[in-house]
């Protein structure tokens, strides 16, 4: 094509003012659920209004909040994932909420290929808390230099890029497989009367979370899993909760100890805690409040946390030999070039990581302790890669192990969905989406919807395999059907590969079993199995 006519095209023909992306047909109504139609969409339709996409009625003065209310609202009877299950039910895949206590509407995606389409957009965001604690640390704390808009997207994209690169994963295995052989050892230690597991499980996988992303993050151990481990007795056993206890933050042993006496892990691996369970990075009234009580503990959390973090980067920037460089060093070595805004990102992946990987590390263990023929066929898998090992082979890759692990982020996804603000107007599924919404894309829904799974609810890693089951087979449903942790997190690569190193350690040795009532599921910040826990860990024969 000619320079004049390209000129032409680009400033006579007028130019959209929104992104027309979406190629499926117009849904529902404000008053009725959205049905598919078989009838193609006609070219150029003006989108429908943003008001005209159905959800519950704003009510006066209670608002959306009446809805959740005990007794009398729609929904208070369900909490997480069952939320978002009831509104797709009664309102279908597109569920907007006018603005109510929140400064702005928010638009639920509960259809895998609408939930494309917003990805596709290129025009939306993760959202930021201004007032947020953790916001105020960052931008209060020394050495701080800031990461965000279009450096942070880049520095994301390259870490992401690398962590979904085999390759570059084979240099963690074996930092892996001994991180995973310790906490074995750490677990066996644990067991009690008739093989139990005590109540420190959660901290102990909490340990290994934290330990193997360190691994990856600085390129050294960080000693989470160094020492003895806590075995209570009938004065430190804390009481067993109730369902009416949902609210008390879970302790472990170190809490029982003098700070002084804690080395620098078991500090981070306190503090850590101490905002996972208690929900500071979670957007609330008290973590929104500068004058709370709430605000200020998770603001000296942060602190803490972000000065632990300095010290274990000095170490590991000290421990760098560019002549003689280990194999897990490779991320910080690539990560030096930043200088000093490497702290605010090592910072931001121990924080955002290290809860959703443990959570994530249970729901897998309890799965394979409720399954004994998949336990047992990946026992066999173990066993088999262990020999081969001692013969002289190399065997490496454990396909059924990888889909156990796989299935678990499939069945018990620790967030119900991603959030993501727009930054431009676009249209999805035939409706105009304004700039300033919190679309939330519920993948916690879809990757247990039957229409795109078939036997969603049960624990089949075979459906992750390239043989057999091909009714169930994983490529049958939509490529956003099952993402965990969203497009764009940089742990979407290296999750299974951790939880995989940890269930071959722990199934070369002993067989899972579980002995009690089902787990109950929270949703303080991430969905949990809420203890007590009543694993037995029986020595394999």
């Known amino acids: 094509m000619s320079t004049p006519a390209i000129l032409i095209r680009q400033f006579v023909i007028p130019r959209q003012s929104q992104r027309r992306i979406s190629n499926t047909s117009n849904r529902g109504t404000s008053t009725s659920p959205q049905r598919r139609s078989g009838v193609a969409p006609a070219l150029n339709t003006r989108p429908k209004k943003f008001t005209d996409i159905p959800g519950p009625l704003a009510l006066p003065m209670l608002r959306h909040s009446a809805h959740v209310l005990p007794r009398i609202g729609t929904f208070h009877h369900s909490v997480g994932l069952g939320l978002l299950e009831g509104l797709r039910q009664r309102y279908g895949d597109l569920v907007r909420l006018a603005k109510a206590s929140r400064s702005r509407p928010v638009l639920y995606v509960f259809d ?11 025009v939306t965001e993760p959202p930021h808390w201004d007032r947020s604690p953790l916001y105020e640390q960052r931008k209060t704390a020394t050495n701080q230099s ?3 808009g279009v450096q942070a997207k880049e520095i994301w994209c390259e870490i992401r890029t690398l962590l979904q690169d085999g390759g570059f994963l084979k240099n963690f295995d074996k930092a892996f497989d001994d991180i995973a ?10 067991r009690h009367l008739e093989n139990a597991l005590n109540e420190e499980l959660s901290t102990e996988i909490y340990r290994w979370a934290l330990e193997i992303i360190g691994i990856i993050v600085f390129g050294i151990r960080l000693g989470c ?14 009481r067993e909760k109730t369902s009416m206890d949902d609210d008390i933050p879970d302790t472990c042993s170190l809490s029982k100890r003098c700070m002084d006496g804690l080395n620098p892990a078991e500090r981070l691996v306190l503090c850590s805690l101490e905002i996972a369970n208690s929900s500071y990075l979670v957007r609330s009234e008290g973590t929104l409040k500068g004058d709370s009580k709430t605000f200020n503990d998770a603001l000296k959390a942060f602190d803490t946390h972000y000065s632990l973090t300095e ?71 173990v066993a088999w890669a262990v020999a081969s090992k001692d013969a002289g082979a190399d065997c490496t890759e454990l396909p059924y192990i990888n889909a156990c692990a796989r299935e678990a982020l499939r069945l018990y996804p620790v967030t119900g969905g991603v959030v ?9 599924a035939g409706y105009e989406i304004p700039a300033g919404v919190d679309i939330v894309l519920a993948h916690g829904v879809t990757s247990k919807e039957e229409k795109q799974w078939g036997r969603a609810k049960s624990f089949i890693p075979e459906r992750w395999c390239s043989e057999g089951w091909e009714p169930l087979r994983a490529s049958r449903a939509h490529p956003a059907a099952s993402m965990p942790f969203g497009e764009n997190c940089p742990a979407t690569g290296v999750v299974a590969k ?32 809420q203890p007590p826990f009543y694993f037995v860990l029986q020595t394999a024969s």
Not at 420 to 428: E, G, H, I, P, Y
């Open 311 to 381: 010290h274990f980067l000095m170490q590991s920037v000290q421990s760098l030999n560019i002549k003689n460089l280990r194999p897990e060093q490779v991320l910080i070595d690539r990560l030096r070039t930043l200088k000093n805004r490497v702290l605010p990102v090592a910072a931001d992946v121990l924080l955002a990581g290290v809860d959703p990987l443990a959570q994530t590390a249970l729901s897998m263990l309890y799965q394979l302790s409720l399954h004994a023929a998949q336990q047992q066929r990946a026992h066999d898998q």
């Open 146 to 148: 800031s990461v965000q």
């Open 181 to 190: 052989a310790d906490v074995t050892r750490r677990l066996g230690e644990l």
């Open 498 to 529: 951790m939880l995989a190193s940890l269930a071959t350690r722990i199934l070369d040795k002993y067989r899972l079993e579980w002995h009690g009532p089902a787990p109950n599921v929270v949703t303080p910040s991430v969905n949990k199995l």
């Open 225 to 238: 899993l160094d020492g003895a481990v806590h075995v209570p007795t009938a004065e430190n056993r804390p």
């Open 112 to 122: 895998p290929e609408m939930m494309k389409e917003v990805y596709d957009s290129k």
């Open 420 to 428: 993501r603000r727009s930054t431009q107007d676009l249209v999805v």
